[in-house]
Every structure is written in structure tokens, then in C-alpha cells.
């Protein structure tokens, strides 16, 4: 999910061969509804601020990450361990 | 006594670059043009000033010890203060405005992610409750603007 518009992430599904979609929220409605607009995030307007959900069958958030400095991601090992904890059945 | 020594015009010169510096930075962010955006971003003006403004003020106060030019007292103290100008906007710069404030309404744990339907990369709408029954991994990325 990001604010940048289709074309652009086609070329990042395409040379990052991305098995997984990218969203285009380009009118920030769902960056609105989840409450994830940084609005001094880029010299062109609000940007989503890095935030990361684990999200279970039934639609349920069951892991989170929302830093508080746009430095400091979560660790692809924190969220798979996250994914992991869901089980496989 | 000797005469006065002269004006001591690297330490003055220096706090006021050291201070233009921090002050047009905090005016741009007041003004907050957007054409002016990318000097907020990236401010390599005032970073400039400031940096000038430091190694002026410490030449000022050296030559203000080697008793070349005036200001025994004056010179450090204006060269104190230009660091700790400079140290606030590199604080302010590089350590304050990377911080986030709270999301209080981003979904919690335990709570339905809100639905939503959006374009993917091909321009096909995707909707997240379509993803019900699977495992899923939401991210949120800054993008490349």
C-alpha cells in the first residue's frame, strides 16, 4: 500500500519481481481510515507513515506495527515470526 | 596598555551566519510554501550557513585568544552560543523531526482491519475482504516521490 500512483508501482512489482500486490492510494482515503497520514512526510504532501499489520482469516489485525520514527521499521523476522504465530491450518 | 585590538569580525560574523541559518530554516517551515518544500526537506542552505557560521566563530574566538583581534570574552561566548544554535537545528533536523506522532485511530490488535478497496500495480480493484480465509501481511511504505 502507498500513495504513488499505478504506473509507478507497476515498475516496482516488475523489478523487484513482487509475488505479492502493491495497492495505489493515491487519494489518501485509506491512509485517512487507518490513520497513517504523515502529512509533512514529503515536499509534495502527506505520505502513509511505516506501518505494518498482521492480519488474520477472519480480518482480525493480530499484530501491529506503528513506529514513532519513520527511521525504525519492524524486522522482517519480527513479522514473519507474527505470521508464524497464526499457525498454517 | 596597547591600543584596542580590531573588531573581532569572524566571531560576529559567524553567530549571525550561524543564527540567519536557524532562523530562515524555521521561517521556511512557518511559511510553508510548497515550491519551497524540497529546501525544507533538504536544507543544504542553512546547513551551509550554519556550518560557515561554525568554523567562523571558532576562528573568531582563536584569534580572540592569540589576542589578535578583540573580544577575549565576547568571541567564545558568541561562539558557544553558535554551537548550541547549531546543535538545536541538528537536533530539531535530525533527531526530533523523524519522530511520529501517535495514531490513535489506526486499527488495534484484536480489532477488524477496516475494509477497503483499492487499484493494484495492473489497475485491477482489490479489495482487502477478498483476502478472508488467508493469512495476510498489510504494509504501509512511504513510496518513491
Known amino acids: ?89 | 596598555m596597547s591600543t584596542r585590538a580590531p573588531r573581532n569580525w569572524a566571531a560576529i560574523g559567524g553567530f549571525l551566519c550561524g543564527l540567519g541559518g536557524v532562523v530562515a530554516y524555521f521561517a521556511l517551515v512557518l511559511i510553508h510554501d510548497p515550491r519551497l518544500g524540497w529546501l525544507i526537506h533538504t536544507p543544504v542552505l542553512n546547513l551551509l550557513l550554519v556550518a560557515a557560521g561554525l568554523l567562523l566563530s571558532v576562528l573568531g574566538a582563536i584569534q580572540a585568544f592569540q589576542g589578535k583581534r578583540g573580544g577575549k570574552f565576547s568571541a567564545p561566548a558568541l561562539a558557544v552560543l553558535t554551537f548550541a544554535l547549531s546543535g538545536f537545528l541538528g537536533w530539531h533536523l535530525f533527531v526530533a523531526s523523524y519522530h511520529l506522532p501517535p495514531a490513535m485511530r489506526a486499527p488495534a490488535v484484536g480489532a477488524v482491519a477496516p475494509d477497503f478497496e483499492l487499484n493494484d500495480e495492473r489497475g485491477v480493484p482489490v479489495r482487502l475482504s477478498s483476502f478472508r480465509g488467508r493469512n495476510l501481511v498489510l504494509l504501509f511504505y512511504r513510496g518513491f516521490w
Open chain 1, 1 to 89: 500500500m502507498v500513495v504513488d500512483p499505478v504506473e509507478q508501482n507497476a515498475k516496482v512489482v516488475q523489478k523487484l519481481h513482487l509475488s505479492f500486490p502493491i495497492l495505489a492510494d493515491t487519494e489518501r482515503r485509506v491512509l485517512d481510515v487507518y490513520d497513517l497520514r504523515d502529512d509533512a512526510g514529503s515536499p509534495d504532501g502527506a505520505i502513509a507513515r511505516p506501518a505494518t499489520f498482521v492480519i488474520d482469516r477472519e480480518g482480525i489485525v493480530r499484530w501491529r506495527n506503528l513506529t514513532d520514527n519513520y527511521r525504525l521499521r519492524p524486522s522482517p523476522d519480527d513479522v514473519l515470526a507474527a505470521v508464524v504465530a497464526l499457525g498454517t491450518r
